[in-house]
C-alpha cells in the first residue's frame, strides 16, 4: 500500500491547512485511515481517526473542535481540515491504514498496517 501525503507548509497562529493523504492502486475504502503527528523530541501522536465507511470518528483531546477528518472512497482520498492552528501543532504529520474494523478508533494506532511519508507542518506564533 503506496500512501501520499501532502498539504503540509508554513502557516501562522490562527491559520488553516489541509493535508491530504491519497493512494495509487487499489482501493483504501476497506481501511480504518488516521493522521498522526510527530513533534521533533517528543512521541508521535495518534490525532485523529475515521472509520473505513466514514461512520466513525476519533480526535484526541488537543485537536478535538479545531481538527476535522474526512474521505472520499470514490476518489481514493483521506483530508484533514486543521483549523485555529496553534504553535503546539507544528509537527510532522503523518497518515496511516489500519483493516477496516468495529473496534473503537482510539485502538487504532494497535492495527496500523501502513504509513504515508511524512508532511511537515509548521505553525508560527
Known amino acids: 500500500v503506496q500512501l501520499q501525503a501532502s498539504g503540509g507548509g508554513l502557516v501562522q497562529a490562527g491559520g488553516s491547512l489541509t493535508l491530504f493523504c491519497e493512494r495509487s492502486g487499489r482501493t483504501l475504502s476497506v481501511y480504518d485511515m488516521g493522521w498522526f503527528r510527530q513533534a521533533p523530541g517528543k512521541e508521535r501522536e495518534f490525532v485523529t481517526g475515521i472509520s473505513w465507511n466514514g461512520g466513525r470518528t476519533y480526535y484526541a483531546d488537543s485537536v478535538k473542535g479545531r481538527f476535522t477528518i474526512s474521505r472520499d472512497n470514490a476518489k481514493n482520498t483521506v483530508n484533514l481540515q486543521m483549523n485555529s492552528l496553534k504553535p503546539g501543532d507544528t509537527a510532522v504529520y503523518y497518515c496511516?491504514?489500519?483493516?477496516?474494523?468495529?473496534?473503537?478508533?482510539?485502538?487504532?494506532?494497535?492495527?496500523?498496517?501502513?504509513w504515508g511519508q511524512g508532511t511537515q507542518v509548521t505553525v508560527s506564533s
Open positions: 496511516a491504514a489500519a483493516p477496516g474494523s468495529p473496534q473503537a478508533l482510539d485502538m487504532l494506532p494497535r492495527r496500523v498496517q501502513y
